[in-house]
């Protein structure tokens, strides 16, 4: 940036999944402001005895200052402290929280050390009564915060009959950087170690297994398909993992589905299929 005075300091909060969407855009964020010039810190919460996690990984290669913060379950009131004493020592410009553990648990932090609080809210749990009330939660809590940017317009709508106030809500969706070159047919297909093209038709679907991404529905597709010589490959990992399997086998076509497990840069290998679907 030309101008000293333009520069940012700023501070995002993120209890990251393993794997997933709201990992990509905190690192692209993350990226993007550092390469304009900001300071940025990003703050990484784990469970405790877990030593690292690849979205710290290539944030540092980015040149993103990363601050570890594992922690036992449920030490929220630890949790707080951490982000109060940073907010004390680097006094950011901005807090950008991610995720509905940071809304709800540090939301609240930077406003009482006068700073703007920023969340993003990437979608909702869904799924069982257990995420419900932690969506019922989250919404409860945007409703102080400063900013709140929804990444689609039913997200927005949801914010909305949730009590946050419009003129606080931003819909920005998310983009695709292009960072990764898609592979060619062929070695797309050997990476995932699937045969060469012939016969049937393979299709993937990729992202994590949880009730909100909806796995469930790409299995009942297969199952209706006339045609069963078509494949399936499922990449991803999540808690449904074990429940798909089964209701793969409940709808016999358990053996027309690979189950590849978390594969790191997804999106270069979907030309291994002729049809594909993303839900990270």
């Not at 915060?145 to 949730?162: H, N």
Request: aromatic letters at 6%; glycine letters at 10%; a positive charge.
């Amino acid at each position: 940036m030309s101008n000293p005075r333009d520069r940012l300091t700023v501070l995002h909060v993120t209890a990251p999944a393993p794997f997933g969407g709201l990992q990509r855009v905190v690192e692209a964020l993350a990226a993007g402001q550092r390469r304009a010039g900001h300071a940025v810190h990003v703050v990484v919460i784990l469970d405790a005895g877990v030593p690292d996690h690849p979205l710290a990984e290539a944030l540092r290669r980015a040149g993103v200052t990363v601050e570890l913060l594992p922690l036992p379950a449920r030490a929220y009131w630890r949790e707080r402290a951490a982000i109060a004493e940073l907010c004390r020592r680097l006094r950011p410009a901005v807090v950008h929280t991610h995720g509905y553990r940071p809304d709800v648990v540090d939301g609240a932090v930077p406003r009482r050390h006068g700073i703007p609080v920023v969340a993003t809210v990437h979608g909702p749990a869904g799924g069982d009564w257990k995420n419900r009330f932690y969506d019922w939660l989250q919404f409860r809590a945007l409703r102080r915060f400063d900013a709140v940017v929804a990444v689609s317009r039913g997200i927005v709508e949801r914010l909305t009959r949730a009590g946050v106030p419009k003129d606080r809500i931003v819909l920005l969706r998310n983009a695709w950087s292009g960072s990764g070159v898609p592979l060619s047919r062929e070695a797309a297909r050997a990476a995932l170690d699937l045969p060469a093209p012939g016969g049937g038709a393979r299709i993937g679907w990729a992202g994590r297994l949880t009730a909100a991404k909806g796995p469930d529905l790409v299995l009942e597709a297969l199952a209706r398909l006339d045609d069963r010589s078509v494949r399936l490959s499922m990449l991803g990992d999540g808690p449904e993992a074990r429940a798909l399997r089964l209701r793969a086998a409940a709808a016999g076509v358990q053996e027309r589905v690979t189950w590849h497990g978390v594969v790191p840069d997804a999106g270069r290998l979907l030309p291994a299929f002729e049809g594909s679907t993303s839900f990270f």
